[in-house]
């Protein structure tokens, strides 16, 4: 069921909530969280949506979206859109549009919407602030969301995010690489017991994930991490051989090669956002590896 709400008000739309709520017998008892998407690309509106209804599977929330609307305009207005039952798998999404003096206020707006004695996560899905625990909604979270991906100049994003990196802070990049940190780090549990000397990262320039995966092992490993663009691979290397972790950029099996030993194919296709966006709900404390990861990027030599 889908509601239009246009020129509303924040009591109007929680009394339609509670409408909403008696037909299609949705309830906030069983809700574990609220997440905020806070965006101003229309193109992504309904993808991020989708990813916040199939993370809601596992983590049931109220889901409140808020877009920038005219924000020149003279007059503040809100216009809403409500989603409950078979159009939000979330049980609830509100999608709020702020335009004029209302637009810079997304704060106060999604504050009645806010569930009480539970967690409040942000998304920003493309564009974050400098320092997302200083922005008006980030001061409402404690898990505080961004995806450098989406970013105008991804290298850039992922860079800006050590600076303003408060605890609680993670970015959806980080989760796109949980598998393959797990596979290089169980490599390193089997002979022979070597250090990593050195270790090259290559492909897409585009792609920030890669840049976390250099920084996280700059951050684990004494000998220099090389940044390259290339096909799409890591490469560990030890004094008596190397280990290879390699897949094509749109393929979905990935290649293990390791010296002295036969390779290995393994699935490992690139993760959807609805998967990274549930794993970060999954933990609401701080991310001290992301961290560390973050600080390595400083150290990677890039090409």
């Known amino acids: 069921m889908i509601v239009d709400l246009p020129d509303t008000s924040t009591n109007a739309v929680n009394k339609k909530l509670d409408e909403l709520r008696e037909q299609v ?3 906030t008892m069983g809700r574990v969280g609220t997440l905020i998407i806070a965006s101003e690309n229309e193109a992504l509106l309904e993808e991020c949506i989708d990813a916040a209804n199939d993370a809601s599977h596992e983590h049931p929330m109220r889901v409140l979206v808020v877009m920038a609307g005219d924000a020149d305009a003279s007059d ?10 078979g159009d939000s798998t979330a049980g609830e999404t509100v999608v709020l549009r702020l335009s004029g003096p209302l637009a ?14 539970i967690p409040v996560v942000v998304w920003w899905p493309d564009i974050a602030p400098a320092v997302p625990a200083r922005d008006p909604l980030g001061k409402l979270a404690i898990r505080r969301i961004t995806d450098a991906t989406n970013g105008r100049d991804p290298l850039s994003a992922i860079k800006s995010r050590l600076p303003g990196y408060t605890a609680g802070d993670t970015d959806l990049a980080w ?31 585009s792609e920030p994930a890669l840049d976390l995966v250099a920084g996280w092992l700059a951050s684990r490993i004494e000998g220099p991490v090389h940044r390259v663009v290339g096909d799409l691979k890591v490469e ?12 094509p950029q749109e393929g979905t099996t990935a290649t293990l090669s390791r010296t002295g030993r036969p390779d290995a194919l393994v ?6 956002t609805r998967e990274c966006l549930a794993e970060d709900m999954r933990r609401l404390d701080p991310d001290e590896i992301y961290f560390a990861a973050l600080e390595g990027i400083g150290r990677v030599q890039y090409a």
């Open 175 to 205: 989760a796109r690489i949980t598998y393959w940190r797990a596979l290089l780090t169980s490599t390193l549990d089997q002979p022979p017991y070597e250090p990593i000397e050195s270790a090259l990262v290559s492909g897409l320039r």
């Open 267 to 272: 699935p490992l296709a690139r993760r959807e």
């Open 236 to 247: 560990l290397r030890r004094p008596t051989g190397t280990i290879t972790l390699s897949r």
């Open 25 to 27: 017998g949705a309830v």
């Open 104 to 117: 810079g206020h997304a704060d106060s707006v999604v504050t009645p919407f806010l569930l009480p004695d």
């Open 76 to 85: 503040a207005r809100l216009d809403a859109q409500l989603r409950a039952g």
